[in-house]
Structure formats: C-alpha cells, structure tokens
C-alpha cells in the first residue's frame, strides 16, 4: 500500500490587515493621489501609504464612494484625507483635482498612484468601437494625462516626484478576451520605461505595478461569471492561494518610498509567480467564446 502524498501547502499567507512594510512615518508630511481611489484595489493602496503618514488625495468618478472611502480612512489612518471627483480622461477635470489636492491638503502630491482603469472581458470579434474607445482612453489615455499633469507641475518647480502606475501581465504576453485593455497596458508599461528615462534627470521616478488575483469589490460581473466557471481560483495559483489587496499596497509603498530612490523603470508583478505559469504539456485549446459563455458569432 502507498501512502498519499501530503499536499504543498503553497506560499504563506502574508502578515495581518493593518501591519506595515515600511519603518512608521515613512511618508509622514508627504501627499499621495490615488486615481481609482475610492474602492477595491486603489482604495487598498491608498491605505498602506495612509498608515504611513501620508496625507492621501482620491479622485474618481462616483462621489459616494469616495465620501465612503474618505470617511473610513481618515479613520483607519488617522491622517488627512481629501477627494475629488474627476474624470482622468478630461484633462481639464486632472488638472482640477490637482488643484483641489493643492488647495485642500496644501501641496502637490509628491507621489501619483495611477490605479484607474477600464476593463470588461469580451471576444475581440465583438468588441465595438466604442467599448475599444472607453477601456483605452481611461487606461492609457487618462494614465498619461495624469502623469503629464504631475510632472509638469514638479518640473516647473524643481521637485522630485514619484509615479506608480499600476498594469497587467498581460502586457508582456497578449490578453485573449481582453484586447483593448492589454493593448492599453502594454503603453502604460510602455510609458513607465519611457518616462523614467526622460525624467530621471529631474529627480521624477516612474515605476510600474502588477497585480495578480486579488478578489475585491471592484471587479465586474463579467470578471465575476468568468472566474467562477473556472473554479477554485487558489488551486489555480502557484502559490496555492489568491493575492490580498493589502500586497499590493505594500508593493506600491516600497516603489515610492526613499528606500527606492535607485529604482525606475522597473515594473514589478505582485501575482505569486502565476503569469510564469507553464506545464509540462500543455491543456487542450479552449477558444475565447467558449471560455466567456458566448455561442456561435452573429454578425
């Protein structure tokens, strides 16, 4: 008789909500803006810095949720918390946030998280142009006019900055069922490497920000529906189990902080090894439509 193997027990789960990577008061005195910052994963990033001691600045589109998140973290944190609703694809209304982050924290932000994105998974046949349009201009386009914004106000008054912008794997590896949004964040990484070259002599550092699955309130039915078709989403980690929002925010506060001031242009994933993932034989090749739940295509 054989005895059954013993399960890997995978990689462990990390420290508690509320413990910190960084020395206390790294970022007292400095201000963050975190677009995408009332919920999920920016509402999670923007927390970890808060602990931190900064003064945190959230823009996003709908008020209520920012008032929400404002109020919890002014909590939680104990530090100063301001919002603004903006939409970063109008490059007028990124410029207004600035100025409402000036006016009512009293600075520019000294570090721009750039979390907002638009993402909807769909077969590429069927992708109009005006779902093409919506995830590009909010992902890459209004990305860019943020970080222009940011670095524009720190060149003109000689001060160093630092930019976060938060990708996707599937950047380097294409994105079946996602067309637009890996498009899109194949410039936003592009723009990470561009960027860092461009303004480093300026003391302005670009770095960019992968997640891997980390379930939060933000993903959409359409990410919801496709990830409970294919099951138990640990067992299809590496790491045996699925990333928590505060990694993320860890990951993005050692970016920014001054014990990173060497590095620019570096894109870190934070997803346990899982777009590495490769097998030994590879699984038989289920098209896009199957995947999505969709049948046949109708013109």
Not at 3 to 15: F, R, W
């Amino acid at each position: 008789m054989t005895s059954q193997a013993t399960p890997p027990p995978g990689l462990p789960a990390p420290p508690p909500l509320g413990a910190s990577a960084l020395p206390a008061g790294t970022y007292d005195g400095t201000v963050v803006l975190v677009t995408g910052g009332g919920s999920g994963l920016g509402r999670a990033i923007a927390a970890e810095f808060g602990r931190l001691g900064a003064a945190l600045m959230l823009v996003g589109r709908t008020a209520a949720r920012l008032d929400a998140a404002r109020r919890e973290l002014a909590e939680e944190c104990g530090t100063p918390v301001a919002t603004a609703v903006g939409d970063i694809r109008d490059p007028e209304r990124v410029a207004a946030a600035f100025d409402a982050c000036e006016a009512g924290l009293g600075s520019r932000p000294e570090v721009l998280v750039n979390n907002a994105a638009a993402n909807f998974p769909v077969p590429a046949e069927e992708l109009s142009p005006n779902g093409w349009r919506a995830v590009v201009d909010v992902t890459l386009t209004g990305t860019w006019f943020a970080t222009r914004e940011f670095a524009r106000r720190h060149l003109a008054a000689g001060t160093p900055g630092s930019v976060v912008n938060v990708g996707a794997s599937y950047a380097w590896t294409g994105g079946p069922g996602f067309a637009a949004s890996a498009a899109a964040k194949a410039g936003v990484k592009n723009l990470v490497e561009t960027l860092a070259v461009e303004w480093g002599p300026y003391g302005i550092r670009v770095n960019g920000l992968v997640p891997g699955l980390m379930p939060h309130e933000d993903m959409t039915t359409d990410i919801r529906g496709t990830l409970a078709r294919a099951g138990d989403p640990d067992a299809r980690q590496p790491a045996l189990r699925v990333g928590r929002p505060r990694e993320l925010g860890w990951a993005a506060t050692f970016l920014a902080s001054p014990y990173a001031r060497f590095v620019s242009g570096h894109t870190l994933v934070v997803d346990g090894a899982n777009w590495q993932r490769r097998t030994l034989v590879n699984d038989p090749v289920v098209p896009v439509r199957d995947q999505l739940g969709r049948g046949p295509f109708r013109p």
